[in-house]
């Protein structure tokens, strides 16, 4: 029986049958007869992510220069970072997204105790890689996902997803923790689950599994810090899209690279006009950023419903 058990998953995970594979394409099937929506212009739209996570269209990325558990927001002074993640949620920010590598799950959830948990959505990842986290940390996903429940305050974590996949065939390299995160799942102590990607191989592998629920990918106008070319990123993440799946996008910004306000502009326009990205995740620093992000997505929204018109 165990064996025609993980067989049944491994086909799964594979995108070759099962149960996970039908809903997959149930999913699909509607993605490709609904009729394009016309465009909302609302920064803070709540989008379907995945079945069951409805978020707002900009997330706060708490990863900037994340390693060793740490990051550019658990490093700068603690005041400032509790005022920018504030700030976040008063504008109209509800999607929050760590790591266990960024060591931001004690950072968030101490901001966000006193609202209401129901408000606002957290996404967590699992780091699966040498280094990058303490070795006692390094526990089978149960044990993981356990402790991040103690870390985030909360009886369920919405979004959990494995880190940093780099390899095409990371759904054979990671069975056993994706098998155990649909547990998890099925339990209700998360509500969906995927990937991080680093490479475009990455990618095209998690618009056809049927397990994924959500992706992260990299998107920017000049490819930095991109593996593929954007339209290689842009053509597979639709294919996901068809398929049913939430696409995150991180990078906008080119990892705080863009210095002139016009580059800026010119990312964000670029990443709009994909029309793939279901929530823009940015490693705000401080309040004004937020604020320009928001600003110059409104504008690209504005332009592209104009443009339909």
Known sequence: MEIKRREFLRTSLAGL???????????SVLAQETPKQEISTDPFELVQLTPTIKASRIGLGTGMAGYNQSSTLTRMDRNNAIKVINHCYDVGVR???CADLYGTHDLISSTLKDKPRDSYVLSSKIWLHNGGIKDEDRQPVRETVMRFLKEMRTDYIDLVQLHCMMKPDWANDFQDQAEELEKLKKEGLIRGH???????????????????DAIHIRLNHTGYRMEGSAEENIEASKKAHANGKGILCMKIMGEGTYKELEERRKSVD??????????????????????EFVDNLRSSLEALKAEQA
Request: hydrophobic share 50%; net charge negative.
């Open 194 to 212: 995927g990937v991080s990607c680093h490479s475009i191989g990455a990618i095209q592998t998690a618009a056809e599994n049927p397990w994924v």
């Open 17 to 27: 049958g099962g149960a996970v594979a039908v809903g997959s394409a149930q999913r």
């Open 95 to 97: 999607f929050f997204d």
């Open 270 to 291: 670029f990443v709009a006009r994909a029309q793939i990205v279901d929530v823009y995740v940015v490693a705000f620093e401080q309040v004004e950023h937020v604020d």
